[in-house]
């Protein structure tokens, strides 16, 4: 077996402790003895962020990986790799080409199997859903910022540069962009269509590889773009320049209101496009909402049975919970463990310091009854003991990190799911479901049956 080791640090990381190269290696290292394995190569990337492929050492594992010269790599957490669903894709379809295998050492994912592959993208798609709404939370810790004058982490927004005196410049060339979005929705395009307008012509979003219909709604919403600066509650007027005429700016508004309250359909339905009738030959199903009754229902376009829609959606985000628990449980399962082991290893620890102690204690009484070699003899066999077991510790509280916040846990699935706007639910759905089936008795409380299959 010729394994690959890749260890990444992002700068913010590396200011971290607890995940250091030094720690991730150590950890792979000691994975690949336990299962015999020989490292070939480590590639070990300092300072880059996973947001996408564009880093060096990712650049030359994947040409070692087109000649051939590598069978499994191992990673210490699959966000090492990557943070971003799409590259992860791309990834596991080269690493498949050339019979590649991908191991994580703290995460149970088997890329040998369908089965292990499916599982990986679903758990990176939920991450990445669940980040970007954690992103969004952020924001209100950063008002205190603004208040004086700093400018808040991240990037300036498209179209304009902040310099760290929150100086404002324009970029001409995303300036234009930016106008164009405004000017092509206001005349009637819609988010997917200007998203393919602008990958055609090349032209690129200031961070991501390529616009898709959440880039281009974000900047139709910033109100950034007619000079205002806007944190949680505070807002700042006439903070810099505007590239969007305020009129324009408010005649988008409006038509993005319009659409959402009038078609009451894409944003209020987050399961149409992907919900099909298993009583008819799977046609699409529609949402529509009865206000009599105030439920929603979704209703075949055919066959027009209907069917309450929280009904379909109960059991879909049980099937979310279903799909990651292995996953779940093991976190909960190594927490537990290593926590006793911590314990345990603490307790030794405090034992050693406790003979040293006496040992201390003995060679300064008045009497002292040994002589110095002995005591320094005694207390290096002491202390050898106890950096074993600190290293054992260290080890031990590293396999916290297994509990990774930005990992999805079958609680934060379906409240998260709540708290997100329609927008953002359907999101996630039409992430994870290429189709959802359900199929029904005619009779409004016959059982229901759902199929699906992921993206
Ligand atoms: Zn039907």
Redesign the pocket.
């Known amino acids: 077996m010729r394994v690959a080791v890749y260890a990444r640090v992002s700068t913010h990381e590396q200011a971290e402790e607890g995940f250091s190269i030094h720690a991730q290696r150590e950890r792979l290292q000691a994975f690949c003895v336990s299962q015999g394995w020989e490292i070939v190569e480590e590639y070990i990337e300092e300072g880059r962020s996973a947001k996408d492929l564009d880093r060096p050492k990712m650049k030359k594992l994947l040409n070692d990986i087109r000649k051939d010269h590598i069978d499994i790599i191992l990673v210490y957490r699959l966000d090492r790799l990557t943070r971003s669903v799409l590259d992860l894709y791309q990834l596991l379809q080269i690493f498949e080409r050339h019979d590649v295998s991908f191991k994580s050492a703290t995460e149970v994912y088997d890329t040998s199997t369908a089965m292990g592959r499916l599982f990986i993208t679903l758990v990176a798609a939920l991450a990445q859903w669940e980040r970007e709404n954690l992103a969004e939370r952020v924001v209100f810790g950063m008002e205190q910022m603004v208040h004086e004058g700093m400018k808040p982490g991240g990037h300036s927004p498209f179209g304009y540069h902040f310099d760290k005196h929150f100086h404002c410049t324009i970029l001409e060339n995303e300036a234009k962009t930016v106008q164009r979005i405004f000017d092509w929705y206001a005349n009637g395009l819609g988010y997917r269509a200007i998203a393919g307008r602008l990958n055609q012509l090349k032209i690129k979003p200031k961070i991501a590889k390529h616009w898709n219909p959440n880039s281009i709604r974000d900047i139709l919403l910033n109100d950034m773009y007619i000079g205002i600066y806007r944190w949680g509650e505070i807002i700042k007027h006439q903070n810099h320049p505007p590239l969007i005429p305020e009129q324009l700016y408010h005649l988008v508004q409006k038509r993005i209101a319009s659409k959402t309250t009038s078609r009451e359909g894409t944003g209020k339905y987050p399961l149409t496009g992907i919900l099909r009738?298993g009583?008819?030959n799977e046609?699409s199903?529609q949402g529509y909402h009865d206000k009599r009754e105030g439920k929603s229902y979704y209703r075949?376009t055919?066959?027009?049975?209907i069917t309450w829609d929280k009904r379909i959606l109960d059991p879909i985000l049980e099937e979310i919970e279903r799909l990651i628990p292995a996953l779940d449980l093991m976190g909960r399962s190594k927490q537990t463990a290593t926590g006793n082991k911590e314990q345990e290893l603490k307790d030794k620890i405090k034992k050693i310091h406790a003979q040293k102690e006496r040992w201390y204690d003995l060679f300064t009484a008045d009497n002292n009854p040994i002589p110095k070699e002995v005591l320094f003899s005694k207390i290096n066999q002491l202390t050898e003991k106890e950096d074993a077991l600190s290293l054992q510790l260290e080890r031990a509280s590293n396999a916290h990190d297994i509990n990774d916040p930005t990992l999805p846990t079958k609680t934060t699935i379906r409240e998260n799911y709540c708290k997100a706007d329609a927008f953002r639910q359907k999101e996630l759905l039409h992430s994870i479901f290429e189709k959802i089936i359900i199929t029904r008795e005619r009779g409004k409380n016959q059982p229901l049956s759902i199929a699906y299959s992921l993206k």
């Open positions: 009738c009583s008819c046609h199903m075949c055919i066959c027009k049975k």
